[in-house]
């Protein structure tokens, strides 16, 4: 069963019980949030059970609020010693220790519970402290439903996350196949001529640098020079063909700007400064030979650059 199945059945349960189900007649005592290696145990009046990892050649402290009944003996592996006029119990662990039960209940009988001993896996695994208190049905019943949608939510989120690193991966991957392919079908690049830019009445420059192919892709890098005395907030980039159809598929840019990237933006180059930039062309092919026009602009079309002498692929 899935994490997100359990965990809706879960909640299936909680809804049963509050539309008047019987409770059984024995549960399993659920631990509250704690510290590292201890654990707050709320028990109903039925009593409970709950499995205890202990350090091996190490002890856990049993801890009651009120004194434990007589009755109990040390099992096979595993040492048991009162402390605290009988407030707490201490199990002390071999390291062969098989698994083992406990069955310990204070003198009123208020607090009855079945400890399953065994010996932990590991150091993060074993559990020190051990704090029973009495609750009644529904609140222990609470705290196990509380413990249990927060195990399932934490195991969601563990296997949400190792999914999602497993989608990268293979996007990953596929992205270095593809550029494989296209770097096996063609590599070329190409320079334009130094007059290939336009600037604005305040003095932002735009000029088109070089066109790298990649495959079936193109690739126009571009720098902008920003003369002004204030921000060019690049909105959009623009490769427009002779039919007015606008073939730029991805824009990227790198600056010198220092301000919190913008994700509304293509990027900002501050006043005095310069950035560069590289337009992707899917199916380059299409438009060799044509007279492109490049444009670049701030939002609303504010400051406009528009390049249209020299954009020529061939």
């Not at 270095?176 to 770097?183: G, Q, V």
């Not at 790298?212 to 892709?217: E, I, N, R, S, V």
């Amino acid at each position: 069963m899935t994490p997100i199945a359990r965990l809706a059945l879960v909640l299936a349960v909680v809804c049963t019980y509050r539309d008047g189900t019987a409770q059984p007649a024995t549960a399993d005592a659920t631990p509250a949030a704690s510290r590292k290696g201890e654990l707050d145990v709320l028990v109903p009046p039925q009593g409970a059970g709950i499995t205890v990892p202990v350090r091996a050649e190490g002890y856990v402290l049993l801890s009651f609020p009120e004194k434990i009944a007589d009755g109990f003996q040390s099992s096979n592996g595993y040492r048991l010693q009162m402390m605290e006029g009988r407030l707490t119990a201490v199990v002390y662990a071999n390291a062969n220790a098989k698994p083992a039960d406990l069955a310990l209940a204070t003198q009123s009988g208020g607090i009855q519970v079945n400890i399953r001993l065994r010996v932990a896996a590991s150091e993060a695994e074993a559990i020190s402290v051990v704090r029973f208190q009495a609750a009644t049905t529904e609140a222990a019943f609470a705290a196990a439903v509380a413990t249990e949608v927060g195990r399932q939510v934490a195991s969601c989120r563990s296997e949400l996350t190792n999914a999602q690193q497993a989608i990268d991966r293979k996007v990953r991957s596929r992205a270095d196949e593809l550029l494989a392919e296209h770097l096996l079908g063609r590599i070329e690049v190409s320079s334009f001529p130094k007059g290939v830019r336009e600037r604005t009445h305040d003095g932002v420059v735009v000029a088109i640098d070089r066109a790298a192919y990649l495959g079936p892709d193109g690739y126009l890098l571009f720098h902008v020079e920003n003369h002004s005395g204030a921000p060019y907030r690049i909105a959009r980039v623009q490769v427009l063909g002779p039919s007015g159809k606008n073939h730029a598929s991805t824009v990227r840019m790198v600056s010198t700007s220092v301000q919190d990237h913008d994700d509304s933006l293509v990027g900002v180059v501050p006043a005095s400064g310069h950035g560069r930039g590289v337009i992707v062309l899917r199916e380059v092919d299409l438009l060799f030979g044509h007279q492109l026009t490049v444009t670049v602009e701030e939002p609303d079309g504010r400051r406009r650059v528009t390049v249209n002498r020299g954009v020529t692929l061939r």
